[in-house]
């Protein structure tokens, strides 16, 4: 069968516009296409490839599991499900794990958690959820409304109720909206699909300390966040705010899908059996994945080159912004970076990415004032070179029209 971009609106809902290019191989973080077209990739399939494309370490544990053991359902535990979950308490805040197939998922988990939580400790009157413009949630139901971008949930009919939403480091704002009517708060430690907008020290701790006056449970969405992104295995560890649930996806499995709630033993009690579940949440498949995926990411080698790569980054946007002037900041953690355009280019994000394909780069948007970057964490140092050096004829090519 002739495969091509034009199959695409012949026989998939309209609800996505990919890119004329069709990937069919992955290396590290070099990618092809149908044509043989290589292209750097600093997109990470939306920060999800935490280790390249086709990782030895992922690529034998897929194999290896795939001839053991592919799904079992919930009736029944395995092996490759509890051993993350150890790992994942062992190296977090947490006690308890509660598996899913993706972030929208695990957040809708954290939700439904946390209003059963209020409900059965405080009564029936604790229902509100604060959570904050321009931030990502998911998009089922629950999630897109709790999600600060009305244009993503509505339409769509009646919405889940009692979801408030005020600006992410407006702390006079936050306050003016917590009460004891408040069950949770839920937010990004720093926002990616919202523009890579990282939160004030001041404002997390705050918000923090709101919630405990106020008995609202913490919940940070570290979908994207998560598995080593920021340069430390989750973004609350570097903030020194401990949430009280943590939601976990994108980089989990390392391109197999999977997602995670994290929590209290406290907490988790209260989803009791029969309250919630998933048919696939805690697949073998995917969490021997993840897993391995894990013990390669969570490690001060890999950690710390986040850290030298965020700085290799830093230094060749700003080489290019002095050439081009382009940009107003480059922002972000490690390697979920943000270049902001100024105000010349503002609203153009998109031409970049366009031009970056180009010339043979893969880049991300995040709105359409801010580029993204969300490569691997393990992108060898001459593929950034090389990289930047692409995304430098793209800037020069949107300059010069
Ligand atoms: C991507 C993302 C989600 C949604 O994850 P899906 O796997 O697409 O459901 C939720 N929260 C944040 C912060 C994200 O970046």
């Not at 993503?152 to 009646?158: A, I, Q, T």
């Not at 705050?206 to 920021?230: P, S, W």
């Not at 939601?247 to 995670?260: E, M, Q, R, V």
């Amino acid at each position: 069968m002739q495969v091509t971009r034009a199959l695409f609106d012949e026989v998939m809902v309209p609800n996505y516009a990919p890119s004329s290019v069709i990937p069919v191989k992955g290396q590290g973080s070099r990618v092809w296409d149908q044509n043989g077209k290589e292209f750097i990739d600093f997109a990470g399939g939306i920060a999800v490839n935490c280790l390249g494309h086709c990782h030895p370490v992922l690529v034998k544990a897929l194999q290896d599991q795939s001839e053991k053991l592919w799904h079992l359902s919930n009736v029944m535990t395995n092996e490759p499900a509890l051993r993350l979950a150890k790992k994942l308490t062992d190296a977090t805040f947490a006690e308890k794990v509660y598996f899913a197939n993706s972030g929208a998922e695990s957040n809708e988990a954290a939700l439904k958690l946390a209003r059963r939580y209020a409900l059965e400790v405080f009564g029936a009157e604790k229902t509100h959820i604060i959570a904050f413009n321009k931030g990502f949630h998911g998009r089922t139901f629950f999630t897109v409304t709790v999600g600060g971008q009305a244009a993503y949930s509505d339409g769509f009919g009646p919405k889940p109720a009692d979801i408030q939403h005020c600006n992410y480091n407006d702390l006079a704002a936050f306050e003016a909206l917590i009460s004891d009517k408040t069950c949770a708060v839920m937010m990004e430690p720093l926002q990616g699909e919202g523009g890579i907008i990282s939160p004030t020290a001041e404002f997390v701790q705050a918000v923090r300390a709101l919630c405990d006056k106020h008995n609202a449970l913490l919940i940070f969405d570290e979908v994207q966040t998560g598995v080593g992104r920021t340069g430390h295995l989750y973004a609350y560890q570097g903030l020194g705010v401990t949430p009280d649930i943590l939601t976990t996806a994108k980089a989990l499995g390392g391109g197999f899908p999977i997602g995670a709630m994290l929590t209290t033993t406290a907490i988790a009690a209260h989803l009791k059996v029969g309250t919630h579940g998933s048919t696939y949440g805690g697949n073998p498949l995917a969490c021997a994945v993840a897993e391995a995926a894990f013990d390669v990411v969570n490690t001060p080698d890999v950690l710390n080159g986040v850290k030298e790569r965020e700085q290799l980054f830093r230094e060749g946007l700003t080489a290019i912004n002095e050439k081009y002037n382009v940009f107003s900041e480059v922002r972000g953690e490690g390697l979920l970076l943000g270049a902001v355009l100024n105000a010349d280019f503002a609203g153009r994000s998109r031409d970049f990415l366009l031009a970056s394909a180009d010339h043979g780069l893969m880049s991300l948007v995040a709105g359409t004032d801010v580029v993204r970057f969300a490569p691997s964490l393990i992108i060898p140092k001459e593929d950034i070179v090389e990289g930047l050096a692409r995304f430098e004829k793209a800037v020069s090519q949107v300059v010069n029209g």
